[in-house]
């Protein structure tokens, strides 16, 4: 059942403005909030009911809820960027709706119809609007981040789908995703925890897959790495994702590779994306398995030109080092003009409304 609108509940206290643009000048990723949110509830015996749009705190949880004792939880990302005339868009936005939708199959959550979930984007980015960074120049990678989540609420302590449900929508200014912007980053390769395994909610964008990754990744900075990578959980050979991004190999012949979905890996929305840009490039894209002495041959002999990770968050990110280990696998440094730096440049400019979106990815939210 689709809800029409949202009502309004709109915040008394909303910040200030001198304070609010402290925070849009140097927003980081994920710290600061806007002043509202959305909140959709379901329930087992209404389905769907009407939606608000409210100031933005802290949630009612039962503490016998499934979402804290078995994680039943799933969100999105998504980003809106300010164009140079001062309106707002999103990108692709009715595919995060259908990952959304399932998502929720994966996790036994109820699915949310898309009206409301592009209703509840447009509701929140129209009522922050102002909240939205203004890029100061082509370079700066600035938004407003959107995270919507739903999670399993009521009362039961048996292990079975919530009889009752929230969805709701909140949004973080956010700049680069990584502490050192747009600059190579180096990524730890987690031998001994996997993220996912065949069966399992590696395709669903769902809280645990994100837990099941936290212990690596604090192995991957403890080695001094910004991110870890990892492999199959079968045969810990094939190259699957980082902890909240995907990966693409560029070779030397013009081949752009990247791990074939096969259950255990996130379709990515930038993903997609560069996949379908890729042909405008010249480059000749390509799903498979990858393996991860395929990565450390090709780099050595030279044929591995470039590794990228990719993801809303990340953007497009050149991975400069892999550390395993035993060993470094080291890519030397792409320039502005290599494969990743164009991709990147093409998608940032139909993100920001800088180029013709020809492909129709863009929706207005404000
Ligand atoms: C995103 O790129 O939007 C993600 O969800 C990755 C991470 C920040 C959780």
Not at 45 to 51: C, V
Not at 141 to 155: A, D, Q, T, V, W
Not at 232 to 249: H, S, V
Not at 307 to 336: K, M, N, S, W, Y
Request: aromatic share 10%; glycine share 10%; with cysteine.
């Amino acid at each position: 059942m689709s809800t029409s609108g949202f009502e309004a509940r709109p915040s008394a206290n909303p910040l200030d403005a001198a304070l609010r643009n402290e925070i849009l000048a140097n927003p980081g990723f994920g710290r600061y909030f806007t002043d509202h949110m959305v909140h959709v509830r379901w329930t087992k015996a209404t389905g769907w009911q009407r939606g608000e749009l409210k100031p933005y705190g802290p949630l009612m949880i039962d503490p016998a809820s499934p979402v804290l004792h078995y994680g039943q939880e799933i969100f999105e990302g998504i980003k809106a960027y300010r164009h140079a005339d001062g309106s707002v868009w999103t990108f692709r936005p009715e595919k995060n709706a259908a990952r959304f939708r399932a998502s929720a199959r994966r996790l036994a959550l109820p699915e949310l119809d898309d009206e409301t979930f592009l209703g509840s984007l447009k509701t929140l980015v129209a009522q922050d609007a102002e909240w939205v960074p203004t890029p100061k120049n082509d370079a700066e990678e600035c938004s407003l981040y959107l995270r919507p989540f739903m999670i399993g609420n009521g009362k039961s302590l048996g292990v079975k789908p919530a009889a009752e449900v929230d969805y709701y929508l909140i949004a973080s200014p956010a700049a680069s995703y990584f502490k050192g912007g747009g600059k190579p980053v180096s990524i730890w390769l987690s031998q001994h925890y996997n993220r996912a395994a065949p069966g399992g909610t590696g395709a669903a964008k769902c809280g645990g897959n994100y837990a099941a990754s936290l212990l690596a990744q604090a192995e991957a900075e403890a080695h001094g790495c910004d991110q870890v990578a990892f492999l199959d959980a079968a045969e810990n050979k094939w190259i699957e994702e980082l902890g909240g991004m995907n990966l693409f190999f560029v070779y030397r012949d013009g081949r752009l590779v990247t791990p074939a979905l096969t259950g255990t890996i996130l379709e990515g929305v930038t993903r997609d994306s560069i996949l379908e840009l890729a042909r405008d490039e010249g480059l000749t894209p390509e799903e498979r398995p990858i393996s991860i002495d395929e990565w450390r041959d090709g780099v050595a002999s030279g044929e591995i030109v470039e590794v990228f990770a990719c993801g809303t968050a990340a953007v497009i990110t050149q991975i400069g080092q892999l550390v395993t280990e035993e060993d470094r696998i080291v890519t030397p440094e792409a320039g502005a003009e290599a494969v990743s730096g164009k991709l990147r440049k093409r998608l940032l400019d139909i993100q920001y409304g800088r180029a013709e979106d020809s492909r129709g990815w863009l929706m207005q939210l404000a």
